[in-house]
């Protein structure tokens, strides 16, 4: 196996409520052939909040996170959170292709730009290709999930460069099938979960959040898996909150690919943050001798 050096962006999510995806991406990436360098002195990127401060910030911000990646000398960079790696995307576009806002940056930090040429991934992308039944000691068989994408990994595809098709993507039930776990065709999976209007617009989450839940329960599945740390929040942690308002009785465990990944390669759920989930995974996982 190549082995490759993988620039990290863990973002403000990673490092605080979305930490199982941090411990889980760097449990399976040394086994896969991945070396993680954290970007060092990285900033926020500036999220959804800071384009709608000023255009030049929601630039800058990631902008500053790409040239610290390029002089860590790695060939790819990925930003588990959708919403990260899509401000880290356009950034480095609007750094290659933009010469006055590339001025303007200059300026800002004091120091020259050279083109960025380092590979910006989404985390599907990263292990789809690297990721094999050679891999699998522990099979995940029994296990029904339903794959959730969300709306932010997926579109607008043609600006964000997303290698999958957007209406009806595959990459997660391909990396599922090679897990060993049987993936459920469904509607809702690029239905958007509400997203940050969960700190304005609570009704909206709550309601996605139901309707996605309900749809995933009908269609069979006993877990959702996701790419996305918004999504996953919005359907966990907010899974109490959807029960309480609808009376419901959701009790859905929504984990992130990784953790399936990493439990398939073998590696303790220990290791893997499944007790950072607010809906244990943990029952279920016993239920079918997984764990």
Known sequence: MIKVK?????GCGL??????????VKAISGPLGIDIVEVPDWNCCGGTSAHSTGHFLSFAL??????KAEKTGCDEFTAPCPACYVRHFLAQKQLNEDAKMKRHLENALGQNFEQSDIKIKNLIEVYIDRFSSSNVTKPLKGL???????CAL???PKTFNFFDDPENPKSLEKIMDTCGAESI????KTECCGASLCFTNQDVVWKN????????????????????TMCQMNLDMRQAQINKKYKTNFNIPVMYFTQLMGLAMGI???RLGFDKLYVDAKPLLHSLKLL
């Open 6 to 10: 993988l620039s990290y962006y863990p």
């Open 15 to 24: 490092s605080g409520s979305s930490k199982e995806l941090d411990i889980s």
């Open 62 to 67: 990631p902008a500053r996170n790409v040239v």
């Open 144 to 150: 029904k999930v339903v794959n959730y994408y969300g």
């Open 154 to 156: 997926v579109k607008p």
């Open 185 to 188: 065709e469904w509607p809702y």
């Open 209 to 228: 959040g139901r309707d996605i839940l309900q749809v995933a329960k009908d269609s069979g599945a006993q877990a959702i898996v996701v790419a996305c």
């Open 268 to 270: 303790p759920a220990d």
